[in-house]
């Protein structure tokens, strides 16, 4: 998975966590005494994958003790090329990691079955899961049987405004579920940690991968005691593995203690190497505060795995450039100055398809005219460069 805002270092470390969570989540299995890992769906981002990536996942799913079980989901579906039919996996796959890649019954355990609904491709145009669980055998599971269902996919309650024809249905699953057909459904899909029912959850992505999500990071330990016609005693137990941080700031700053309280809330973060930052700033600053923001980001900004600073997020206005006189240019730099301050004093011209609250920030926008915006961050970067031996 590769995102924009990381850098290619950033990209790597956040590549391998991606591997390492599985050693990890492995061995939450072990220490919690887990039968088996069922995994819901997308264990591959796409399918145009180089082996490299392919042999690490497997390496590190040849170190969990437990037998696995993977379910191809969207991003893996069992279509046309699909991952699951190369060569690499069919000869490499460990022997302890099993694809269910058929609809219905697999018995996996003594007493234990997973009831898989894997997609077959990437739009399946049905709710693949009702079709499945109508095929179960009528009345509640055999006595001593665990009966878990696998699947992938959105759930119609959580996606009612744009109905898809695949979305998964709710009702008829908990019904399965109270008349103990079934013990509990585990989902796939969402990067939020959301429970559906009290024995129908996504666990959510093992490492976050954006800012909107929300409790990622866990896996869920899941026990199930059947109790008969009637719902199954399900306890579900969240175990955090993750070891990077999205976090959104949005903050104001009009003055040196904003820029003070700034400074300290970033140094503050723990972890800042696997840490993402998307800072939305909002305000009015002088020029030499400018340059203090700009400075103290940077610094900042070589810690973290990201500090990403969307222009929709940003609107500082630059305020005052008395401080410029301060610096007491003489000769060529203040001509400069002068006629910079001249433009500067211009109206700002409307410029359509331009977000004039990023002008402030340090996104220099190669063929931007010399207006009132590009005039007052050239007087902020000639502050910051002309007061630099100073400071
Ligand atoms: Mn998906």
């Not at 269902?149 to 979305?167: C, M, P, T």
């Not at 249905?169 to 029912?197: F, K, N, W």
């Not at 505060?289 to 990201?306: F, G, K, T, V």
Request: aromatic content about 4%.
């Amino acid at each position: 998975m590769t995102r924009r805002y990381l850098a290619s270092e950033a990209q790597a470390r956040f590549a391998s966590s991606r591997v390492d969570v599985i050693r990890r989540l492995g061995e939450v299995a072990v220490r919690q005494g887990c039968d088996f890992v069922l995994v819901c769906g997308d264990v591959f981002e796409h399918a145009q994958l180089t082996p490299q990536t392919v042999r690490r996942a497997l390496e590190a799913l040849r170190a969990v003790e437990v037998p696995v079980y993977l379910l191809p989901g969207n991003h893996d579906h069992l279509g046309p090329l699909s991952l699951w039919a190369t060569a690499l996996l069919a000869e490499e796959l460990p022997a302890h990691v099993h694809v269910l890649d058929a609809p219905g019954v697999h018995a996996v355990a003594p007493g234990v079955e997973i009831v898989a609904v894997p997609w077959h491709g990437k739009h399946p145009g049905s709710d693949l899961v009702a079709e499945v669980v109508a095929d179960l055998p009528q009345g509640p599971a055999p006595q001593g049987t665990v009966r878990v269902v696998a699947a992938h996919g959105a759930v119609d309650v959580l996606d009612q405004d744009r109905r898809s024809a695949s979305a998964i249905a709710v009702a008829p699953l908990v019904a399965a579920l109270e008349a103990g057909q079934i013990h509990y459904v585990a989902l796939g899909d969402r990067h939020s940690r959301t429970r559906v029912d009290p024995a129908i959850w996504y666990c959510g992505a093992p490492e976050p991968t954006a800012w909107r999500e929300q409790d990622p990071g866990d896996v869920l330990v899941v026990e199930v005691e059947p109790a008969g016609a009637a719902r199954a005693a399900v306890q579900v137990t969240p175990h955090t593995v993750a070891t990077w941080r999205f976090v959104a700031l949005d903050r104001r700053t009009d003055c040196d203690e904003d820029l003070d309280a700034l400074d300290a809330e970033l140094a503050a973060l723990p972890d800042k190497d696997r840490t993402v930052v998307r800072l939305g700033l909002r305000g009015t600053l002088g020029l030499a505060q400018h340059a203090r923001l700009e400075e103290l980001l940077a610094r900042h900004a070589d810690l973290l795995a990201a500090l990403h600073r969307p222009s929709q997020h940003t609107d500082l206005v630059l305020a005052g450039e008395d401080d410029i006189a301060d610096l007491g240019l003489g000769g060529f730099l203040a001509a400069a100055v002068e006629e910079i301050r001249t433009v500067s004093h211009e109206a700002a011209p409307t410029r359509p398809g331009v977000d004039g609250g990023a002008a402030a920030t340090t996104d220099f926008v190669p063929g931007r005219p010399d207006d009132a915006d590009s005039a007052r961050d050239a007087l902020a970067l000639l502050y910051r460069l002309a007061s630099g031996g100073a400071r």
